[in-house]
């Protein structure tokens, strides 16, 4: 081996390898600027490792070798950061893993209007400035039985914008049994703070009156607000208001009501053999001034806040400058509109929703599905693995019905010598990556959220070669 000095003056020049007919391709595919800095790093990297005394063959000094070095870390700086996963976690509305899928028809007019100028805010039939949620709200006024709705960027929005426009500088009484945080730094008392309102806590954990709240009605109440607690239960001595026995106090009191649904269904579960959640028609039904949900929970559309209420409530929150600040853009009203059309027209509900679809299914369709992966993925795995179809259970996700859990199947996969996190390794780092989840030690792939069997089979990739590491 060299010394370390004559190596580092055989290292050609940026300029000269930026130069070299090789890297012409290169510069097809990249601009100059990234191809150098990238170049740079290259080198600064190879520098490094001559220092410290490493193993540089000088012919890894070459322009060409240097140039098949860079075309492999361009390639790589390429690749787009969020990709493609399998969810095979078990868990439907994964949001670390981007909650809903969007139906075919939504995802067809988001493309679509991306692509295309469209009458977003365009009337076309009187060719002036229209409205740019006029067809969301028509279709949620549909949906939801509500005389007025609106949407924004997503349910902790609405949730502010409510609290904002219904209660700014008033107090808001909650029961402390719904003092909630959903993941991601969602806090009740955190948005209230923001929103200017002033929470005004009454009850207890476990249990709240209707006198709690009857009582901590005076001059300065803006709101009685209910919050579903979504991620968790209190179960045992517990007693909490109904929002029906709620209304009746904010009616005899003059104060309106708004409940955070989170979740919030348009169709009843129930009638899928699921556990029920409160269906938003319902609580409009109910009486509630404003019902806040979640556009990429249960309902299976794009991330966005709906809003049902009351004419004048719906109209003060249009007006307000938050509501400008918290709008969804045009992708996200183009899918929203698909996905409520769906709820309305489909003939085949279950179907057209992937969310819907991957709670509805039957387990004998997933027995099926189980079948059909084990001898692929077993002939993928080869002989260090063992599979094995077994019994499991699926989670809605995304804080709904938490501890409710629906029965599906599995594939269990135990590879000779590995831990299961080794295995969860391996099928991470496939192509696409496949995510499963570790059950009593066992790395499981869950069918129900995956939704297509051959999508848990990974494409492993071949082991990295030396010049891949280096
Ligand atoms: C999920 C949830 C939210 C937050 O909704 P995002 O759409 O994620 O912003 C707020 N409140 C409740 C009760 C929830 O379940």
């Known amino acids: 081996m060299k010394p370390e000095t004559d190596l580092l003056r055989e290292l050609p020049s940026v300029d000269r390898v930026m130069n070299h007919p090789a890297a012409a391709p290169l510069l097809e595919r990249f601009n100059r600027p990234f191809v150098t800095a990238t170049l740079r790093g290259l080198m600064d990297e190879l520098r490094q490792v001559i220092r410290s005394g490493g193993d540089v063959p000088s012919d890894r000094l070459h322009e060409e070798s240097i140039i098949t070095d860079l075309e492999r870390k361009l390639a790589r700086a390429g690749r787009p950061g969020m990709t493609r996963v399998v969810n095979a976690s078990g868990t439907i509305l994964h949001t670390n893993l981007g909650r809903a899928l969007l139906s075919e028809a939504a995802a067809a007019a988001v493309g679509l209007v991306a692509r295309h100028p469209v009458n977003l805010e365009f009337d076309l039939r009187r060719g002036k400035r229209g409205q740019r949620e006029a067809e969301i709200e028509s279709l949620l006024r549909e949906l ?7 949407a924004v960027n997503n349910n902790a929005a609405a949730v502010l914008l409510g609290l904002n426009s219904m209660a700014e500088g008033k107090h808001v009484i909650v029961s402390r049994g719904e003092l909630i945080e959903i993941g991601g730094s969602f806090r009740i008392p955190e948005v209230m703070a923001k929103s200017g309102a002033i929470l005004r806590e009454v009850g207890t954990t476990n249990r709240t009156h209707p006198r709690d709240y009857a009582e901590a009605i005076d001059e300065n109440t803006g709101l009685l607000l209910k919050v579903h607690t979504s991620n968790y239960r209190v179960v045992g001595f517990a007693a909490e208001v109904e929002l029906k026995d709620l209304v009746a106090i904010g009616r005899e009191r003059g104060v309106p009501v708004m409940e955070d649904l989170g979740s919030g269904a348009l169709v009843d579960l129930g009638k899928l053999g699921l556990p029920r959640e409160p269906l938003v028609a319902e ?17 299976g559309g794009p991330q966005a806040g709906l809003v049902a209420g009351t004419r004048g409530w719906i109209e003060s929150m249009n007006r307000n400058p938050l509501k400008r600040a918290l709008r969804c853009d045009k992708l ?23 969310t819907l679809r991957a709670f509805s299914r039957p387990l004998d369709e997933l027995e099926e599905d189980g079948r059909t992966a084990l001898p692929l993925l077993q002939e993928r795995l080869g002989p260090d693995y063992e599979v094995e179809l077994v019994d499991a259970t699926c989670q ?10 629906i029965p599906s199947k599995g594939i269990a996969v135990r590879g000779r010598g590995m831990s299961s996190d080794e295995v969860a390794r391996v099928f991470r780092q496939a192509d696409p990556p496949v995510i499963g989840r570790i059950h009593n030690d066992r790395f499981i792939l869950d069918l129900r959220s995956a939704g297509d069997p051959e999508s848990v089979v990974p494409n492993l990739k071949p082991p990295m070669s030396p010049e891949g590491t280096r």
Not at 332 to 354: G, K, N
Request: aromatic fraction near 4%; glycine fraction near 8%; charged fraction near 20%.
């Open 283 to 299: 609580r409009v039904a109910m009486g509630a001034d404003v019902v806040t949900f979640s556009g990429d929970k249960i309902l």
């Open 144 to 150: 939801t039985g509500a005389e007025a709705a609106a």
């Open 396 to 405: 809605i996700g995304s804080g709904a019905l938490p501890t409710e859990e």
């Open 332 to 354: 996200t009203l183009a899918a929203l509109e698909a996905t409520l059309r769906s709820y309305v027209q489909s003939p085949d509900l279950l179907r057209e929703i992937p």
